[in-house]
């Protein structure tokens, strides 16, 4: 009874496909067991871990020399002897199935580790999947880290697996470049690649006092902010000829604007002028008719003088006159002239800084609504400078010149002086009249015996 007990119990006497069994599962133990060493050498888990799985395994390993030892002396080789003898099968079949399921949840939390802790193949995938290429190069220029965009970068950029980071370096540099690879301007490293994709790439020298010397390269994929920036371009070409018809056309209008206004201008004031010079004539004639008191007909034949002036440009016969009526005509439009400094004497420059006045005191009543009129004058060595400007509102932004300063303009290079207007920040009349010309004529001018510091001031 106790020899049929150990034939079922005994390994070596136990059945060839009990003892198979037992042998494939040993071996899938193995193999179990050799996953888990693989894991934990990978993924550095301790040395305690590692020590223990390399012994579960050569444990694992010894039983199954001793299991294939016994099976071959069931098959009548004479040159082995049972190791087991003595051993209950049923209790080899319960360690082999523990020691499946030890392996089994060992290499499950092995993985579940890998997968919710960081280590340093952690960081290595964390580096592949970033979408711009990625470098670590020593001093020596050996890699130390470099994800898989720019490996297949450097494949393009110099037709090898990058191992050595100089020959990478140089192509950025300037060097030796592939075919189908355009550089887009040579102070920048960014590249056109064959398959439509834009890269730049720059460099960092990491700061840490334990990395000094290691270079961090970068590529970036800079495409999309490329081809919008050519859209930019394009679109900024097409606006700046579009512009420029457009200014044509501005200005073609604003020619035929310009003219328009200063004919119905000139109209203005020839049609004025003419129901000006028919009232003073026909208040002339009823003065004359009714034998009325001298002053009225002084201040008509005044204003029939000031009207001539204004047709003809001539001069009356007094200057000082002149002078005088330019005052009345301003202090009846409520403006209030002040000179400084002393007026021409020259005929042709005294009427024409007179006409200036009068033009400037109209639209600083007109368009200004001021109530003085700012004249300046200095006589330098060879050229009189005047400045007129007045206390009214600035000019609108945009104006131009009317009718009247565009008269004067003509009237003053006729006479080879030089004008200028200014509208901003305010309204600013400059003549230069120069006297190079004139002292030939006038070289006794009347003015010079005045000190030139001195100011009239109506």
């Not at 000019?395 to 901003?424: D, H, T, W, Y």
């Amino acid at each position: 009874m106790q020899k049929e007990r150990r034939k079922m119990t005994d390994f070596a006497e136990c059945s060839m496909a009990m003892q198979d069994f037992l042998m494939i599962l040993l071996e899938i133990c193995l193999i179990l067991e050799l996953i888990l060493l693989l894991i934990r050498i990978t993924c550095f888990y301790g040395k305690k871990k590692i020590i223990t799985a390399v012994t579960v395994f050569a444990v694992s390993f010894m039983l199954m020399g001793s299991l294939m030892n016994d099976h071959r002396y069931c098959h009548g080789e004479s040159a082995y002897q049972p190791m087991l003898r003595g051993c209950p099968v049923s209790v080899l079949m319960a360690a082999m199935v523990v020691l499946v399921f030890y392996l089994f949840r060992a290499i499950w939390r092995e993985r579940r580790r890998y997968h919710h802790s960081l280590s340093y193949w952690s960081v290595n995938e964390a580096v592949d999947d970033v979408p711009c290429g990625v470098c670590f190069s020593d001093p020596l220029g050996r890699i130390v880290l470099c994800n898989t965009k720019m490996q297949e970068l450097s494949r393009i950029m110099t037709g090898s697996y990058l191992q050595d980071y100089e020959v990478l370096r140089k192509v950025i540099d300037g060097g030796s470049e592939a075919k189908r690879l355009r550089r887009l301007s040579s102070d920048s490293n960014v590249f056109y690649f064959p398959d439509a994709s834009v890269w730049m790439f720059q460099e960092y020298r990491l700061q840490e006092p334990d990395c000094a010397g290691y270079l961090q390269t970068v590529a970036v994929n800079v495409s999309e902010i490329y081809y919008n920036g050519e859209k930019i371009r394009a679109n900024n070409e097409k606006l700046e000829i579009l512009n420029h018809k457009l200014e044509e056309m501005y200005e073609k209008i604003g020619d035929k604007i310009r003219d328009k206004i200063r004919e119905q201008e000139t109209l203005a004031m020839k049609m004025q002028v003419h129901d000006n010079f028919g009232r003073s004539l026909l208040s002339i004639r009823r003065i004359l008719e009714r034998k009325e008191k001298q002053d009225k007909m002084d201040k008509q034949l005044s204003a029939l003088k000031h009207l001539v002036y204004i047709l003809t440009d001539s001069s009356v016969e007094n200057m000082e006159e002149l002078c005088a009526d330019t005052i009345r005509h301003a202090e009846e439009l409520g403006i209030y002239v002040q000179i400084s400094g002393n007026l021409p004497q020259h005929p042709s420059y005294r009427l024409l800084t007179d006409r200036a006045i009068r033009e400037c005191v109209t639209n600083c009543a007109r368009h200004a609504h001021g109530s003085t009129v700012l004249v300046k004058i200095d006589k330098g060595a060879n050229e009189y400078s005047i400045r007129i400007t007045n206390d009214g509102d600035a000019p609108e932004k945009n104006a131009e010149e009317g009718g009247g300063l565009s008269a004067l303009r003509k009237a003053a290079e006729s006479e080879k002086c030089i004008m200028q207007v200014s509208f901003s920040p305010e309204f600013c009349l400059a003549l230069k009249m120069p006297l190079a010309e004139r002292m030939g004529v006038y070289g006794t001018d009347t003015d010079s015996r005045r000190s030139e510091d001195h100011a009239e001031v109506f």
